[in-house]
């Protein structure tokens, strides 16, 4: 059983791009949470350098079309997926995480994963880039989106063997 929420991060709040996204990545990627560093995957990023290649996309996306929203900009999503208590294990929770990612992005957005042990539930942060790595558009969130990740989400659980939550 996972349940999945999205959330989009802003610059907002007096915080630049690189702040919003520093603040997100270094929790995201504790390496307490994450049994130092073990159960952090990424797609076309180095988790290292995760905010300097979000932020120079969002330069050339600004270069390229033109566009700025200033502090309205959805600079890149931040999906959690939670799990049942004991029902899976942190290698299989990353996994499905990055399985998830990908069939939402459609390998089209940079993204990391980190999957947390340090409470009874594992649980998997997905924060991905809202600029497509070719530059030229972002991720569309609309009222769908939920949906979307939820049955993408529900699916991979089944063909990994986990519950789903037959009535959310």
């Known amino acids: 059983m996972a349940t999945t929420r999205l959330i989009p991060l802003h610059t907002g709040k007096g915080r630049s791009v690189a702040e919003a996204l520093g603040r997100s990545t270094d929790y995201i990627e504790n390496p307490d949470k994450t049994d130092g560093g073990e159960w952090v995957s990424a797609y076309e990023c180095d988790p290292v350098s995760i905010d300097a290649e979000f932020l120079f996309a969002k330069r050339q996306y600004a270069a390229l079309t033109g566009r700025d929203q200033g502090e309205r900009d959805v600079i890149a999503y931040h999906l959690r997926q939670s799990f049942k208590p004991g029902e899976t294990d942190p290698a299989t929770a990353n996994k499905i995480g990055y399985e998830l990612a990908m069939s939402l992005t459609k390998g089209r957005h940079a993204f990391i994963i980190c999957t947390h042990v340090d ?28 949906f979307a990740i939820r049955k993408i989400s529900d699916r991979l659980c089944a063909e990994h063997g986990l519950s789903i939550i037959e009535n959310p």
């Open 119 to 146: 409470k009874a539930h594992v649980h998997s942060h997905i924060i991905f880039n809202s600029t497509a790595l070719t530059h030229d558009s972002k991720f569309r969130n609309s009222w769908n989106s939920s």
